[in-house]
């Protein structure tokens, strides 16, 4: 569902620790997972994708966790740092809609703590 | 090589007027999107074209409009405007079709619109 009000959810880590930001969707059809960082005054930019025929992806510090069963979407970035800072949503999409109407998640604010 | 660049980046606008916004996408991108993200939100999609046709449409009222022009840039006109449409709007370029990272999306940095 959407969020109401400025109050993101957020997750506060010490630097160099491991973050895990979730996220649940509600399209049993949704094929295509996209994970965004947000920072001040910009805009999305892409992290990380899983198609629903996998369950796990790896890129660089960062792993995404894909679980269909109960439509549950997690980020986790490995050794924080502080640049990490930043709103991240969970987007998906459902044919025929394709990868350009994306659905976006709420949004969760990470601070890394120095 | 340049991103998807927007422009204006802010805009201040009264109820009842009319806004243009523009968007160069990536070269080589086909495909723009548009996206409408209120504070404390999540974007949401507004409009896609590629090759200078709609290819979808979100839930927005007929006050929202776009085109894609020969050179694949776009504009988004938003009429009549309401205090609720103060928003930061956002355009996404892709390159589309069935390559693996081809549907990524791109975003720009947006285009503040404040309506007083």
């Known amino acids: 569902g959407e969020s109401v009000g400025l109050h993101l959810p957020t997750l506060s880590v010490q630097e160099g620790d491991n973050s895990i930001i979730n996220c649940a969707y509600s399209?049993?059809?949704?094929?295509?997972f996209i994970w965004y960082k947000q920072e001040s005054g910009k805009g999305p930019q892409f992290i990380i994708d899983?198609?629903?025929?996998?369950d796990k992806r790896q890129g660089q510090r960062v792993t995404v966790l894909l679980n269909k069963t109960v439509k549950h979407l997690s980020l986790q970035i490995a050794a924080t740092q502080p640049g990490d800072s930043a709103v991240y949503f969970c987007?998906?999409?459902?044919?025929?809609?394709?990868?350009?109407?994306?659905?976006f998640g709420t949004g969760t604010q990470l601070k890394v703590e120095l | 090589d340049a991103g998807v660049t927007q422009s204006p980046t802010h805009l201040i606008k009264t109820r009842g007027q009319h806004v243009t916004l523009r968007c160069s996408p990536i070269s080589g991108h086909k495909s723009v999107s548009w996206y409408q993200q209120v504070l404390g939100q999540g974007p949401q999609f507004i409009f896609q074209?590629?090759?200078?046709?709609?290819?979808g449409r979100g839930n927005f009222p007929d006050r929202f409009s776009a085109r894609q022009f020969p050179n694949y840039s776009s504009e988004l006109n938003v009429n009549a405007l309401l205090l609720g449409d103060s928003a930061l709007y956002l355009c996404?370029?892709?390159?589309?079709?069935?390559?693996?990272?081809?549907?990524?999306?791109?975003f720009g940095a947006g285009s503040r619109l404040t309506v007083l």
């Open positions: 987007a998906e999409t459902a044919p025929p809609g394709g990868g350009n109407k994306l659905t």
């Open positions: 074209y590629y090759e200078k046709e709609e290819r």
């Open positions: 399209n049993s059809a949704s094929d295509y």
């Open positions: 996404a370029s892709s390159i589309q079709g069935r390559m693996p990272g081809a549907n990524v999306l791109t």
């Open positions: 899983i198609r629903s025929n996998m």
